[in-house]
Every structure is written in structure tokens, then in C-alpha cells.
């Protein structure tokens, strides 16, 4: 009888230490981080948030490579980010030496950004969650 509670004791304090120990993982969707130790996002990112698990999730992940690069530490100034989202065809007939180097290393994806219908704010809210 001594050892049943004793081994219940056990139990529950090492339940409880384990409890405090544990570290919950961000939830997970689509590819899509979500922010750490108190980071939050601004509005714009929120938004940019909802449209890249709309639109960018189903090729992208933010960390890691899918169909398309991970899009976290590439380092992407604005104006070309815009550009490459709104008209990928017109960077590669311009020659730009990074959108070139991305067809040709997922040459296999098939596929040509042409996001003109999203406005600009849309894609500088994506870029701005991206960067967040």
C-alpha cells in the first residue's frame, strides 16, 4: 500500500515538472511560423499573414524550401520584391541576374508570379510579415 502511493507521488511530481519544462511549439499551417517570445505583429503583418496563407502557402514556406525557396533571409529589397510578385516574366525579360538565378534553380516549379490583382499595400503587408 506504501509503495502504491509512493509510486502515485512519483507520478504526479513528475507530471508537474514535465508540465514546466515542456515548451509548447508554434502552431504550424501551411508552411507558416508563428511568431516567438512576444513578437508580435503590426496590422500590416496580420494582413500580409491571411494573404500569404491564401496565396503564397500552397508553394512557399517561410523557413524552408517547398516548391518555391524559403523566403526568410533572402534579403529582398522592396521595390524588387513588388516587382517579382506583380510580373516575374518582366524581371526575367530585363535580365535582373536574381530573378533569373531563382527560375533557373526551380526551373521545375513552372510558374511565373503575376499577382496583378493584388495592390500594393497587399504585397508590402506580405513582404512585412515575411520580414517580420
Sequence with gaps: MLLSYGMAFLVTVLTVLYSFISEEQPVAFCGVVEPRCGNTLTEN????????????????????????????????????????????????????????????????ANYNHQFNYLTEQNILDVFEYINN
Design 45 to 108: 503583418a496580420k494582413e500580409g499573414r491571411k494573404l500569404f496563407k491564401s496565396i503564397c502557402a500552397s508553394c512557399h514556406k517561410i523557413n524552408k524550401k517547398l516548391v518555391g525557396p524559403a523566403l526568410i533571409g533572402q534579403k529582398l529589397d522592396t521595390i524588387y520584391f513588388v516587382k517579382y510578385v506583380v510580373n516575374e516574366e518582366e524581371l526575367h525579360k530585363k535580365k535582373s541576374k536574381k530573378a533569373l538565378s531563382v527560375n533557373k534553380e526551380y526551373k521545375n
